[in-house]
């Protein structure tokens, strides 16, 4: 390695998400070992991670409404706060995704908006958290991308949409000597 230099990130990439309410959070029928919900719910919004560099920390900011029924109230990114899912059983009879995160991280709330970092495959990598208005998280071994939707167990008549801002540092760049190896 002599004559190499490393050079640390000094650039981001930002990258700007649409989240329909319907949309669920990762896959149930890939992730068969966290499933929830009716799966009646739209494709989760997805970062494709080339970026994604394992231990980095991803950077979430999040802001719009969205509702449990059509024409219903209204609620932003953190959820509805009167209505706590956790690891409840919801309406459908069915869990809410809330249940597979860190239980430390409770209370999670329904509509909260939720992420999870997944493979090439879309199998959940790590352990699903909470996004809300805003968080940060480590990138665990094996994350090619980022998979984000809501915490809900009937999606279907769910409405709005959450505009997901997401900061993403770039790899540190080896850089070879001028002239070669």
Avoid: C
């Avoid at 669920?24 to 499933?35: E, L």
């Avoid at 009646?40 to 919004?45: E, F, L, Q």
């Avoid at 509702?67 to 209204?74: E, N, P, Y």
Wanted: overall charge negative.
């Amino acid at each position: 390695m002599a004559g190499m230099l490393v050079s640390p990130a000094a650039t981001a990439r930002d990258v700007e998400m649409r989240v329909a309410a319907t949309a669920m959070p990762w896959n149930p029928g890939i992730n068969r070992k966290m499933d929830f919900g009716r799966h009646d719910g739209t494709r989760p919004a997805l970062v494709v991670g080339a970026l994604l560099q394992q231990g980095s920390r991803v950077d979430f900011s999040a802001s719009g409404q969205t509702t449990t029924v059509k024409d219903g109230l209204a609620f932003g990114p953190d959820g509805q706060q009167e209505f706590v899912t956790d690891a409840a059983t919801g309406n459908s009879g069915t869990a809410f995704p809330s249940r597979y995160i860190e239980a430390s991280d409770y209370p999670v709330h329904l509509n909260a908006l939720m992420g999870a970092f997944i493979d090439a495959d879309g199998r959940v990598v790590g352990k699903p958290f909470v996004i809300g208005s805003g968080t940060s998280r480590q990138v665990p071994e094996g994350a090619q991308a980022i998979s984000m939707g809501l915490n809900d167990d009937i999606y279907s008549d769910n409405a709005g949409q959450i505009v997901v801002q997401v900061h993403i540092p770039e790899a540190n760049v080896t850089l070879e000597p001028e002239g070669g190896k």
